[in-house]
């Protein structure tokens, strides 16, 4: 059984672009949480989705925006980007949204220049 | 304005010895608290989970306690070996609508020496 899948692992860009990140939740998961982990800090946490809609939201910019399809996968969107969007971003899956562990994927290193 | 923050940046013991390991926090009523273990470069990984009206729970050469008088949970690893040497999580869930919404410290480097 295949964990929390994230791709891809690392990712390179300049200030002002945008850049998609990709996440397949464990088996049988439906709901996605994505986090931000700046170097030596603790995961952010930015959003979650579950039923294709976005639940809750952390404290980030709209220019943060996510996706869930009928699969359970989930996308992350950042526009314009900053140097301080630097960082692990993490995306957790669960089996359902009332429910006391996530698992966490691998990350996805973005570098800002 | 509300805080979580773990004891140290870093927690370096001798091989044998209990690793102990704290996070306070402030102006949050926690549903429940985690620890996670995470290792360089890797997404974070569940240990343990207390709730609010547990004071103790255990499992294998793991502890966590719990007091939401003091606002702290303790998390110790005894009989420490170099394989436990890895960053240290508490993460609490407020509970409600905000069910599932992990809030971290910013973890403690824990560095077990043979």
């Known amino acids: 059984d295949a964990g929390v899948t994230q791709s891809p692992t690392h990712l390179i860009k300049t200030r002002g672009q945008q850049v998609t990140l990709r996440c397949s939740p464990k088996?049988?998961?439906?709901?996605v949480s994505w986090y931000q982990q700046a170097l030596g800090q603790g995961p952010q946490f930015i959003f979650q989705?579950?039923?294709?809609?976005?639940?809750q939201r952390g404290n980030f910019p709209d220019r943060f925006s996510g996706h869930q399809f009928p699969n359970y996968s989930s996308e992350l969107n950042v526009n314009a980007l900053l140097l301080g969007d630097s960082a692990l971003y993490l995306c957790?899956?669960?089996?359902?949204?009332?429910?006391?562990?996530?698992?966490f994927g691998p990350g996805t290193r973005l570098t800002v220049l | 304005s509300q805080k979580i923050e773990q004891n140290s940046e870093a927690l370096n013991i001798q091989e044998g010895k209990t690793a102990t390991l704290t996070c306070n926090y402030t102006?949050?009523?926690?549903?429940?608290l985690q620890w996670y273990r995470q290792d360089p470069g890797r997404g974070p990984v569940f240990l343990l989970l207390?709730?609010?009206?547990?004071k103790e729970k255990r499992k294998e050469r793991l502890k966590v306690t719990f007091d939401t008088t003091l606002k702290q949970s303790l998390f110790h690893i005894t009989a420490s070996q170099p394989a436990d040497s890895a960053t240290y999580l508490c993460?609490?869930?407020?509970?409600?609508?905000?069910?599932?919404?992990?809030?971290f410290g910013q973890g403690t480097i824990l560095t077990v020496h043979p």
């Open positions: 207390i709730r609010e009206n547990e």
């Open positions: 102006n949050y009523s926690p549903a429940y």
């Open positions: 993460a609490l869930v407020v509970g409600g609508t905000s069910y599932g919404k992990l809030t």
């Open positions: 989705y579950y039923e294709e809609e976005e639940r």
């Open positions: 957790a899956s669960s089996p359902g949204l009332v429910t006391d562990t996530q698992y």
């Open positions: 088996s049988g998961h439906d709901t």
